[in-house]
């Protein structure tokens, strides 16, 4: 049976307002099995977030020892101790870590893994140096518990079971239990920055404190442990839906000898590299960061909800964050995971995809969106609308249809709500990639371009010529806009190019007379400092978005315009490092680490992106050029332990702050889209092509065209006012009914039926001839309801 201990209680309630840990990571670890509902992270020496039974929920702050001698001296692993950190394996996620003792008195050996079966997290510790000093210390496990995602609300209990006494902590019927191969001495749990173990030895280096409980606050279980026989034993932290199960769950994971764990932990890993292409002859650090990379992308895959890969196993600038803030980068973004998966496919591991193609097609909302981000479960967390985010489970579709995928789920219905609701919404979009700001965006239209000619694909296999044309013709529509909303005529970035891509052309999508002129609009730039501006023309605000239109194949690289976007963006985002060149998202960005190094708290300035090196690097090969520049580059960027940072220090060294050119800042690390990217610019180089081009795309736009139609297009979010002689004007609605409409000032009138689709709109077209003068006057009839729309429209011809 197991006894709670009760004879005292912590003092100090609630403690100090809890916080998550640093963002840049050393290592991320979990089972290759998915009966192992655990995963681990690593920074600076010990063991950070530990996420549970899901790869969204954090659990735990973080794991260390505390050394004392118990006279002289109180260190914590984390901050006091110098860390190496090592992967074991090229082929898995297990990490030796070495933390010594400035005065090289003694060191702390671990090695981290998660058990290969079981949701318990396993540190085999060693304690080395001069035997006599060595003799003298005593350790401590410290643990903070942020069970339930956050550290408010942790109930902390020093329990009895089976002759041992081991440490726990519970919230919302959530438990952890943390014991070892060696006993505990001591027992206690404390409120962090009050009545914690690291609170009592740092007063007078010695253990004063055991209090049994500690309930309903930010809590710290500390336990010391018995180093009389031996100086190497195994700590475990394992979870249960109860206290009996944590409790069993960690005896029996610690019962079975760690190196027999190990090994199967390894031998789980090596299972996974079956079927990988071997792509170590293009890189330059001979494999290293891309089997890293294969294995990261592999433990951002949830076990629970096979499929789904969250974005990074990192909370950015955690350090700094209330922990009442539940996100982080623990998410499902539809972007970021069909790029890992994406990545993977360009590895060879079509499997992950296909679970995730069909995770997408279970998680699709009613009416053809997806949320802008969800957690695993798929429960929306952030609302906005992406386009993109939209466009990209169609690609993922046709990426595993090209490979000849098996696949027996019928994923139609999927791209056919899709492809209807990018054309409903669109073409604006809420957000771009970056999540800040609406409008047309060269990024957002590319993908919406590519799925849409994509999906038209899949529907004329089906025999749906109509409905192919359709979604084809609405394709082209976007794709004939594309420098009409996003090319400035005015750019006043560089000397002598006037002519160039812009981030995004400004507009509320609500505004059913949206602006389209490039040239005009302010952009609100945001996360900016206070009293900083925040305003911008959005002419002169540029990204590299526009390089997705060569990715794809709906511009060549070599296209004047695509040129000379492309010399805006080196002169005004590139910066150059040790490491080689790499690029912010835009000019003015406010996310990232502060002027003075500090991290980002809603306010900052945006740092160098490494996945953008990677797209740099692809539309050099689309150049033809040698793209040895941009994969060195990325793999100068990775930590020691191959992990890319999202963001890494673009300025003078800030050494106090542990910031250096081309080295990470408190931004997440790893990234997946980073990982990703990095992976298919090697396949990318191997082929000699870009991995992303679709030749169906390519053979439309950048061949003689034929097949593309001039069209504009009137509907109720874009209620054009004008229309260029030999195009077609094609009227959208998504209810049933008649045009009423005259092309000479009412003198005559024609009532022109709809058409329908089977993506919920209605159109009907005009064709304007080029003799053309008068304007084309219209209202509608409403068929369902027998009732007219009530005010007419006009649109001149130019």
Not at 461 to 481: G, M, P, W
Not at 583 to 592: A, F, K, L, P
Not at 635 to 655: K, N, R, Y
Not at 716 to 722: E, L, T, V
């Amino acid at each position: 049976m197991v006894k709670i201990l009760s004879q005292g209680q912590a003092f100090g309630s609630p403690g100090i307002d809890p916080r998550w840990t640093h963002a840049n990571k050393d290592g991320v670890g979990t089972a290759y099995s998915t009966s192992s509902n655990i995963w681990f992270t690593i920074w600076n020496g010990v063991v950070t977030e530990i996420y549970h039974p899901t790869v969204d929920k954090p659990q735990v702050r973080d794991l260390q020892y505390l050394i004392s001698d118990g006279k002289s001296f109180f260190h914590e692993e984390k901050r006091h101790l110098e860390s190496k950190v090592e992967p074991m394996w090229t082929h898995g996620l297990g990490y030796r870590i070495t933390n010594s003792d400035p005065q090289e008195r003694y060191a702390v050996i671990k090695e981290v893994i998660a058990d290969p079966h079981l949701s318990c997290i396993l540190q085999r510790t060693k304690l080395t140096g001069d035997s006599d000093f060595i003799s003298q210390l005593q350790l401590y496990a410290l643990c903070a518990p942020h069970l339930k995602v956050g550290g408010r609300g942790n109930n902390g209990y020093a329990v009895q079971v089976a002759g041992h006494r081991i440490l726990t902590a519970e919230k919302g019927g959530r438990w952890l239990a943390m014991g070892a191969t060696i006993p505990f001495t001591r027992l206690s749990c404390g409120y962090v920055g009050e009545s914690d173990g690291w609170t009592d030895l740092a007063d007078n280096f010695q253990m004063d404190w055991e209090f049994d409980s500690a309930v309903d606050g930010n809590i710290a279980l500390t336990g010391e442990l018995n180093l009389d026989s031996t100086k190497e034993f195994t700590l475990g932290l394992a979870f249960g839906t109860n206290l009996h199960n944590a409790i069993s769950t960690l005896f029996q994971s610690l019962n079975i000898p760690f190196e027999q764990q190990k090994q199967q932990y390894n031998e789980q890993w090596k299972r996974s590299r079956d079927d990988i292409h071997s792509l170590e002859n293009v890189s330059y650090d001979d494999g290293k960061l891309y089997h890293n990379s294969i294995s990261l992308l592999l433990a951002h895959e949830d076990k629970t909800y096979p499929g789904a890969l969250i974005a990074s196993l990192a909370i950015p600038w955690g350090e700094a964050k209330d922990d009442q803030d539940q996100g982080g980068y623990h998410l499902v973004w539809t972007r970021d995971m069909v790029s890992s998966v994406a990545g993977l496919v360009a590895a060879g591991e079509t499997d992950t995809a296909v679970r995730s193609l069909i995770y997408l097609a279970t998680s699709q909302q009613e009416d053809g969106g997806f949320p802008q981000n969800f957690w695993v479960d798929g429960k929306p967390y952030w609302t906005g609308i992406q386009l993109d985010e939209v466009a990209f489970p169609i690609l993922l579709a046709w990426l595993l249809h090209q490979q000849k995928t098996c696949l027996n789920f019928d994923i139609y219905p999927m791209i056919l709500r899709a492809a209807g609701y990018l054309i409903r919404h669109g073409p604006a979009t809420q957000q771009e990639r970056w999540e800040e700001n609406s409008g047309y965006s060269p990024s957002t239209l590319a993908s919406n371009i590519a799925a849409l000619i994509c999906a038209a694909q899949f529907v004329r296999e089906r025999d749906d010529e109509v409905t192919a044309t359709f979604i084809e013709e609405y394709a082209d529509f976007l794709e004939s806009h594309i420098e009409d909303w996003t090319v400035t005529t005015e750019g006043t970035l560089v000397s002598g190019i006037k002519r160039h891509y812009i981030r995004i052309t400004p507009t509320d999508i609500n505004n059913p007379q949206p602006n389209e002129n490039p040239n005009q609009g302010t952009l609100v730039i945001r996360n900016k400092p206070p009293g900083e501006p925040s305003e911008f023309p959005a002419k002169e605000i540029v990204d590299g978005g526009f390089l997705q239109l060569v990715r794809y194949g709906i511009r060549k690289a070599d296209d004047p315009i695509i040129v000379d976007s492309v010399k805006v963006i080196d002169a005004v985002l590139k910066v150059d490092t040790s490491a080689g060149p790499c690029w912010h998202r835009y000019n003015h960005d406010g996310y990232g680490q502060q002027e003075d190094g500090s991290p980002y708290t809603g306010f900052g300035k945006g740092r160098a992106w490494p996945l953008l090196t990677g797209e740099r690097g692809h539309y050099e090969l689309a150049m033809g050029g040698d793209v040895k520049t941009y994969i060195k580059a990325m793999e100068g960027f990775a930590s020691d332990t191959c992990l890319l940072p999202e963001q890494v220090w673009d300025e003078a060294d800030i050494s106090e702050n542990h910031l250096y050119l081309g080295k990470p800042t408190g931004s997440a690390m790893p990234l997946m889209w980073a990982h990703s990217e990095y992976i298919k610019l090697l396949r990318s180089n191997h082929d000699g092509q870009v991995f992303d081009l679709i030749p169906q795309v390519a053979n439309r736009y950048l061949g003689e065209r034929k097949q593309c139609k001039s069209l504009e297009i009137w509907k109720f979010n874009r209620q054009i006012d004008k229309v260029k002689k030999g195009y077609t004007l094609r009227i959208h609605a998504l209810a049933s009914f008649q045009l009423h409409w005259s092309d000479d000032n009412w003198q005559t009138v024609k009532d022109t039926p709809a058409t329908s689709t089977k993506l919920g709109v209605n159109f009907v077209d005009i064709a304007i001839d080029d003799n053309q003068q008068q304007p084309i006057n219209f209202t509608f009839f409403w068929i369902e309801s027998s009732k007219w729309e009530g005010r007419n429209y006009t649109i001149r011809i130019s």
